[in-house]
């Protein structure tokens, strides 16, 4: 039985639309409307309160990919995060194209997560592309959403029979959106720098050309597509443009395509070499209009583990990817300061809006509510050091960064998972 008071912290829960300095109570596993006998005290004076933050995008690689993460380890980073809910990607091994993966995931998730893991399943069998995955029996095994992330359905008749038989499960499909005639063999962002460091191009059509697919899938369906880690300023008029019509579309994006330019490419570091690509400076500003404005509903890390033996190769031949979950929030309080986000918007981004894509009853400090909790010093100074990392990988390019603002206590149930 736990049982906590949150004194005088400064309580932020846009779903009811709070923004004030009191106390939040959690008595058992679930928000209270009144302090319980012999609950622990907690000064949060100075510091946000806010709805347990969601990650609707990581790589957990189990099963399969323990070497470079586990469902323990990288929900220990989701933690430190200040992570409560992580929702994971399909692409495993054996992939989670059949309820018998996922019902492997939710043990496993049971048996060592710090934090709720949501499973995701495949769109198609193996994430081939070629054959539809069992989505009703998917949905059954308890699967928030299919997508066959880390790849992308080329075919776009198979695409729409997966939109229309997801719709019928009401499942919404998430799309990494990359065209494979266009992407081809690229690295790196096709424009100034590709061509000065001489890696090969990867335009930003290859990503608006799906997204607009997507938006006719959608339209012409009426399932819900959600367009993950959104790189491409066209991509965000598209997403905007389709939203005033109607459609039910949604976008995220990630902190290293907000956060940073396809000018870190000169460092030749693998640790800058990401699917997509990290894009212009005139594309980043146009993530952060597309914040601003609630075109890009949610921001989430695409935490992507890989061996360091793996990353620390030639940056052709590297793999993609990098951790994110644990200088995400940092990176996305910068939004703040910059006055790209208000501070509602931010906890909107990554509390109520994944929620409400993915049909979670999480992200909101209700009274009744699962005491999902992540306490925020958003003044806090410190400096990222992978090597302490809890993940498996060390692949991040914000090693040695100067970052401010931090989750200094996460707390998952009524369970204090992390806190410093
Ligand atoms: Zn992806």
């Not at 919404?172 to 090969?200: F, T």
């Not at 030639?314 to 208000?342: C, M, N, Q, W, Y």
């Not at 809890?390 to 149930?413: C, D, E, Q, Y």
Request: charged fraction near 25%; proline fraction near 5%.
């Amino acid at each position: 039985m736990s049982a906590l008071i949150l004194r005088n912290g400064r309580v932020i829960d846009p779903a009811n639309n709070v923004d004030v300095v009191r106390d939040v109570y959690v008595s058992d596993d679930k928000i209270s409307a009144t302090p319980a006998a012999g609950a622990r005290l907690v000064d949060a004076t100075g510091c946000w309160v806010v709805p347990g933050l969601i990650d609707m995008h990581v790589h957990l690689r189990e099963p399969g990919g323990s070497a470079k993460e586990t469902i323990a380890t990288g929900t220990r980073c989701a933690a430190r995060g200040g992570f409560t809910s992580v929702v994971c990607m399909p692409n495993t091994s054996p992939p989670a194209d059949n309820p018998g993966t996922i019902a492997l995931i939710r043990q496993r998730a049971e048996e060592t997560a710090m934090v709720n893991v949501y499973p995701t399943g495949a769109i198609t069998r193996e994430l081939k592309g070629e054959e539809l995955a069992p989505i009703g029996s998917l949905k059954r095994a308890g699967v928030v959403a299919i997508t066959d992330d880390g790849r992308c359905v080329q075919n776009n008749d198979l695409m729409r029979r997966a939109l229309q038989y997801a719709g019928m499960f009401g499942l919404p499909v998430l799309d990494h959106c990359q065209d494979y005639q266009l992407s081809a063999d690229g690295v790196a962002h096709e424009g100034h720098w590709s061509l000065a460091l001489g890696l090969r191009g990867w335009p930003a059509l290859a990503e608006d050309v799906i997204v607009m697919r997507d938006i006719l899938l959608a339209e012409d369906t009426g399932t819900h597509v959600h367009c993950q880690h959104i790189s491409s300023g066209r991509a965000v008029r598209l997403l905007r443009e389709a939203k005033r019509r109607g459609v039910p579309v949604s976008a995220e994006v990630c902190p290293h395509h907000f956060t940073l330019t396809d000018e870190w490419l000169k460092t030749f570091d693998a640790n800058f070499k990401m699917n997509p690509p990290l894009r212009s400076e005139a594309d980043r500003q146009a993530l952060w209009e597309g914040l601003t404005d609630g075109t890009i509903d949610c921001i989430a890390s695409d935490h992507a583990p890989h061996c360091p033996f793996e990353k620390e190769v030639e940056f052709d031949v590297a793999p993609f990817g990098i951790i994110g979950l644990e200088t995400e929030l940092a990176l996305s309080l910068e939004l703040v300061r910059k006055k790209i986000l208000t501070v509602r918007q931010l906890v909107e981004k990554f509390t109520v809006n994944p929620a409400r894509i993915l049909g979670l009853s999480k992200g909101t400090l209700s009274v009744g509510a699962d005491a999902d909790i992540t306490v925020i010093d958003a003044e806090r100074d410190w400096v990222y050091d992978v090597g302490q990392s809890a993940s498996k990988s060390r692949n991040s390019p914000f090693h040695g960064w100067k970052l401010r603002g931090k989750a200094i206590m996460t707390i998952v149930g009524g369970k204090v998972v992390w806190e410093e």
